[in-house]
């Protein structure tokens, strides 16, 4: 799988949009770009995928660049129950036997 | 929604011990996992399963091994606990491999 480079870590206003970039330079056709998060204490959560078009669904949006080399979670309206730790992945898509493999994360702090 | 459960939230145990950590899933997915989550290392993949009675070795499966009798339920078993097995273990289940919904965690301490 493709490695990802997040930003270590990202303050964010309540109520305001948090956008979170994910750098996948090496990213192969057939991956797809995942989003995943993981507040304190609790399992992670999925958020959102995506292969080349940009996606939209309750939780998030994910804009991917034209080159498929970078990508941006954005939050529209940030809340305290966002703060948690953002992870970026690749991987082929629907094989169940691929892994998740977490980096580092960017640690979304959501202040009031 | 998708609701995985786990047996246990936290759990300390002594070395030597049988460990048996559990994971239900409700909605019907073929596929169940296991990982490990340490500081710094990330999540590992322990074991997988694709269907009931059928196993595949992750990046990290020495020292466990697994169950699947029922497709809802999916076990990891500790042979016998050791300290470096303390960790953070998560259970995740996935219709078509394309998301995965987590369990909570259990948090197992070895003495």
């Known amino acids: 799988d493709a490695k990802t480079t997040q930003p270590p870590s990202m303050d964010c206003a309540e109520g305001r949009a948090a956008n979170l970039p994910c750098n996948h330079s090496t990213i192969s056709g057939n991956e797809y770009v995942y989003w995943y998060r993981q507040i304190h204490s609790q399992g992670p959560q999925y958020i959102i995928h995506g292969l080349k078009n940009n996606e939209t669904n309750e939780m998030a949006s994910l804009i991917i660049t034209e080159d498929r080399k970078s990508s941006t979670l954005i939050l529209p309206h940030a809340t305290l129950r966002d703060t948690a730790v953002y992870y970026c992945?690749?991987?082929?898509?629907?094989?169940?036997?691929?892994?998740?493999?977490f980096g580092g994360g960017t640690r979304l702090m959501v202040k009031p | 929604d998708v609701k995985v459960t786990q047996s246990s939230r936290y759990l300390v145990k002594r070395t030597g011990e049988k460990v048996f950590l559990e994971c239900v899933q409700d909605?019907?997915?073929?596929?169940m996992f296991w990982y490990r989550q340490d500081p710094g290392l990330g999540l590992r993949l322990i074991y997988f399963?694709?269907?009931?009675?059928?196993?595949e070795k992750g990046d990290i499966p020495e020292g466990y091994s697994v169950s699947r009798e029922k497709k809802e339920r999916f076990s990891l078993i500790l042979e016998s606990a050791s300290t470096n097995q303390t960790s953070m273990y998560l259970c995740?289940?996935?219709?078509?491999?394309?998301?995965?919904?987590f369990g909570p965690g259990t948090r197992l301490t070895v003495t």
């Open positions: 995740a289940s996935s219709l078509d491999g394309y998301e995965q919904y």
């Open positions: 992945i690749v991987r082929v898509g629907h094989n169940a036997g691929n892994m998740l493999t």
């Open positions: 399963s694709y269907d009931v009675k059928m196993k």
């Open positions: 909605m019907d997915h073929e596929n």
